[in-house]
């Protein structure tokens, strides 16, 4: 029997790859643009796979779906920080797109991972 690990979860994958990729982004911003933008945006994306991960863990499918519903709100924070960057000249118009459509993958991804936690485990 093949046991479900982390790092098959799309949507982990998706938002761990990204965190990353915001991260070395922000690393080149100036100081005042880091201590506004860049931290929230940082925490709200790293968010995103840190409530999967922590969900992940959780025994109870009640307890890890709470979770990784928390990574929507972080989705959607992490959309208004896209917009920010991007209106106040930060990011790249090929930057603020590739996250951007890595950020609209999620909704479906979690959604699914929402389902098959709730139809999959029994306690």
Known sequence: MKY???NDIEAYKIS???SNMV???I?????FEKDTVGKQFIRSIDSI???IA????RYHKKDKIK???YSY??????LDWNEKANKRNLITTEQYNYILNQLQKLPKSLHHLINFTDNKLKI
């Open 73 to 78: 709100g972080s989705l959607y924070e992490s």
């Open 27 to 31: 690393l080149n911003w100036k100081q």
């Open 54 to 57: 922590e969900g992940f863990g």
């Open 49 to 51: 796979s840190a409530n």
């Open 67 to 69: 979770f990784y519903r």
């Open 23 to 25: 991260w070395e982004i």
């Open 16 to 18: 761990f790859n990204l």
């Open 4 to 6: 479900l690990k982390l």
